[in-house]
């Protein structure tokens, strides 16, 4: 089911984030690098809000930063993040999108719009509980 409303914001000198119960949308900051550090505080957050619960995360690409692609092989590692979504509105930002997909081994796509990006979070989470169901 998707929420409307977002369980909490947090607003920092990193990143602008909606947790909502099943994902969390979030906007990096302008002119922030997420390297392993950046990558600490985000899985400081998953660990706190999402401690046993399944659940996407949708980033949308509206600020200029920058982004280690090596991060993504230990982002992968969390055990509750289920799917990555990344929303980018130039073409260049897509194309930078599907080079660091090849750098995260589980369901990750690039999408244009935020309801896009909500609606295949959604189906993934629901695919891969229907087989945890089995």
């Known amino acids: 089911m998707i929420s409307h409303a ?4 947090i607003k920092n000198e990193i990143a602008y984030l909606e947790l909502y119960e099943d994902y969390i949308l979030s906007s990096v900051n302008e002119g922030i690098l997420i390297d392993d550090d950046i990558l600490h505080w985000f ?11 399944k659940f996407g995360y949708i980033t949308n ?12 092989p230990l982002l992968a590692m969390h055990n509750s993040l289920e799917a990555m979504a990344v929303i980018s509105y130039t073409n260049l ?15 990750f796509d690039v999408f244009s719009n935020i309801e896009e990006a909500k609606n ?10 229907k087989k945890v169901d089995l």
């Open 6 to 9: 977002p369980v909490k914001i």
């Open 43 to 53: 899985l400081m957050l998953f660990d706190k809000y999402y401690p046993k619960k």
């Open 61 to 72: 690409r509206i600020n200029q930063y920058s982004l280690d692609p090596t991060v993504y």
């Open 93 to 107: 930002g897509q194309q930078n999108a599907f080079f660091e997909k090849g750098f995260f081994n589980k369901p």
């Open 120 to 129: 295949w979070v959604f189906s993934v989470l629901h695919i891969n509980k």
